[in-house]
């Protein structure tokens, strides 16, 4: 294993409210990511990091937002959760970002939008 | 446009016989295919990655893949099912197109009857 958690595991909120999701490596990856995994989606990247400070959006962005103060930190934020938020979230960490390379992921939270 | 097709949503096998999952791919640049494997409740972990090295790519648990470029496929193969090979499958791919993109395909869960 990679040493990625991710926390917390499980959460159930209400809709508007805020939302923070933590994943923490211990392997000094330069690239995190963040993917939510829907039914019949496989996994769809949301935001990504290249470094300390340094995001970029992915291809479902809307609604979320990041940051990563330290190298093994990447916070995943609902502003104010929606019921299409619902869904499972998966970090996951890349020593590179290009084709070919292995991207190593945590085991993942369940978040339940009300 | 990269797109990734997993054929079937649902494969079930009996213990002992061979598995076939099977993934087709479309890209205008080379690609890097990878299969990854997702148990009950856990992060996706790589099976194996084809990086346009050799195109029979073997990988953990005894699977297989091959790249055929031909047939824009790279199906997942096993040659005796075990009990312990029941979860999900997630065949994906990963180009460099001037940027980077990954697309993960829907994913095709695997049963093992005993």
Not at chain 1, 89 to 112: E, H, K, M, N, W
């Amino acid at each position: 294993d990679a040493g990625i958690t991710q926390s917390p595991r499980h959460k159930v909120t209400e809709t508007g409210t805020p939302v923070t999701l933590r994943c923490h490596q211990t392997e000094n990856h330069r690239y995190m990511y963040w993917y939510r995994q829907d039914p019949g989606h496989g996994l769809r990247l949301i935001h990504y990091s290249y470094g300390v400070k340094d995001t970029d959006k992915g291809e479902v962005s809307d609604g979320y937002s990041v940051s990563r103060s330290k190298t093994e930190d990447f916070l995943l934020t609902l502003e104010s959760a929606t019921s299409s938020q619902t869904s499972v979230y998966f970090c996951a960490t890349s020593v590179v970002r290009i084709s070919g390379d292995t991207q190593y992921f945590g085991p993942g939270t369940r978040l339940t939008v009300l | 446009a990269q797109s990734v097709t997993q054929l079937d949503s649902h494969v079930s096998v009996s213990e002992g016989t061979p598995v076939l999952l099977r993934c087709n791919y479309s890209s205008s640049y080379s690609p890097s295919l990878f299969w990854y494997v997702q148990h009950p409740n856990k992060g996706l972990q790589l099976l194996l990655k084809y990086t346009s090295a050799a195109t029979l790519v073997k990988g953990i648990n005894g699977f297989e893949a091959e790249f055929k470029k031909s047939e824009t496929s790279f199906h997942l193969t096993k040659p005796s099912a075990h009990m312990s090979d029941a979860a999900e499958y997630f065949c994906v791919v990963s180009v460099n197109t001037g940027g980077f993109k990954t697309i993960f395909g829907a994913g095709t869960r695997l049963f093992v009857k005993a």
